[in-house]
């Protein structure tokens, strides 16, 4: 089965030079880096202008969630989420007769505008995934999941492991 490896905070704790360039070899192999970052930004930070846009280009999932400040970036979401036809309609009065006639035509527009991006609702993301349509998804926290127990548990026997560590206590047993 694949192997979900998350790389939370990945600008600040887990700085991996060349991260962009094993996007694709890992997942070629199975490994599907997971990859959370607070801005954009951040990411060019670490991994400059190229190495930045080459993880994007690579990631064939990307959740935007609430807080985007990024002008760029919400320009580009907008961009990628794509444009429809909206119709519109006109009215001209004739003087002569005092007849009305109507047009209607076509006019192309943003899906999503960038200041949308920007108002992402707390608690809901942009899923942008290759080859299905945009889509707006509702976030569900591990606590109010349906696993809650599970993973409180697991989280107990962790933070011992790491304050029996920290301590000199060595690992403890379950």
Known sequence: PPLPVVLDEAANICRIA?????????????ICPITILQ?????EGVWGDKGMAAL???ATIKLIGAGVDSPRLTRDVSTLVG????????????????G?????????????????????????????????PPAFVRLRTWF????REEI???????????????TGEGPVPR
């Open 144 to 147: 109010t999941g349906p696993r």
């Open 39 to 43: 801005s954009y930004e951040q990411g």
């Open 18 to 30: 060349d991260l962009p360039d094993l996007y694709s070899y890992l997942g070629s192999h199975g």
């Open 83 to 98: 444009q429809h036809d909206v119709p519109v309609r006109s009215l001209t009065l004739g003087e002569a007769r005092g």
């Open 100 to 132: 009305v006639s109507e047009q209607l035509s076509l006019r192309r527009q943003e899906i999503l505008e960038p200041a949308a991006v920007r108002e992402i609702t707390p608690g809901t993301a942009l899923l942008l995934a290759s080859g299905v």
């Open 152 to 166: 409180a548990a697991h989280i107990t026997d962790a933070t011992e492991l790491i304050r029996a560590g920290a």
């Open 56 to 58: 994007w280009g690579a």
